[in-house]
């Protein structure tokens, strides 16, 4: 097991809000062409949920990882 | 959400006959690079436990070390927008075969998205291409619309089944034209061969 300075674990909390942004952003664009020119609601729908499960999934792991190190 | 028909402003009396997006073997090909880079890390990370790979660095890289779990879900999260990413621009891309026109939509990344249609008054040719071993025999290939004037040419690479496709669009063309000489005919106008 490594052990974490605080520079480390402070880089990781900097990165995760680094992602969160670029995230956010990503999700907003993302949403916004889907509702905007997705085709029908039976495509759109499933797409939207599984990118948004699939994203919390890994900022949870993300999450976890600051959360223990801090 | 309004119906799809508005977004695309179709005209009175216009009615879709076939929505076309490229081949599922263009998606797959799309999307092997990053399903690599989201499966592969993720997998050594859940897998490898105190195995040693041979690699000094990776000893570490396993599920017991909150590192390597940051460094996955943040590597992974990358990988799953890059997914995301191309399936977006596989689905947006269409080609929208109506009983009046073609409308054709590429949607290149987030930014930029180009929506141009042409009348079947317009078209002058239309041809297909089927290249190489896997597009015949999954049969996708390429479809390419010539128009008068100095436009340019409309395509679509790795369209399915693009004989079908090309025999609907001529099929379309020659009725509209059929509907148009009609419509000359009975306003009065003459052809050549009945003079005056």
């Known amino acids: 097991m490594f052990a974490f300075s605080l520079p480390f674990s402070s880089l990781m909390l900097v990165l995760f809000l680094i992602m969160l942004f670029v995230a956010t952003l990503f999700s907003f664009f993302l949403i916004y062409h889907w509702r905007s020119y997705g085709e029908s609601s039976v495509v759109v729908t499933p797409t939207l949920a599984v990118y948004l499960i699939g994203t919390l999934c890994f900022f949870a792991g993300m999450g976890t990882a600051v959360l223990t190190t801090l | 959400m309004k119906p799809f028909a508005e977004r695309i402003h179709l005209e009175q009396n216009e009615e879709i006959i076939k929505i076309v997006r490229k081949h599922w073997f263009i998606l797959m090909r799309d999307t092997a690079v990053p399903l690599l880079l989201l499966i592969v890390p993720t997998s050594v990370y859940l897998f490898a436990g105190d195995v040693v790979l041979g690699i000094p ?140």
């Open chain 2, 57 to 196: 660095l990776l000893q570490h890289f396993h599920y017991a070390n909150t590192g390597a779990l940051f460094l996955v879900s943040a590597w992974g999260l990358i990988a799953w927008m890059m997914l995301f990413l191309v399936w977006t621009d596989y689905y947006l891309d269409m080609w929208i075969i109506t009983d009046q026109r073609i409308i054709t939509i590429d949607q290149q990344g987030f930014f930029r998205r180009i929506i141009a249609s042409f009348r079947y008054e317009r078209m002058q040719d239309i041809s297909i291409e089927i290249n190489g071993f896997i597009p015949t025999m999954l049969d996708f290939g390429n479809i390419r619309a010539q128009t008068a004037g100095h436009e340019v040419d409309f395509r679509m690479n790795g369209a399915p089944n693009p004989r079908d496709i090309k025999a609907l669009i001529l099929e379309a063309a020659d009725k509209i034209v059929a509907e148009r000489h009609a419509e000359l005919h009975e306003a009065g106008f003459q052809d050549h061969r009945g003079g005056l």
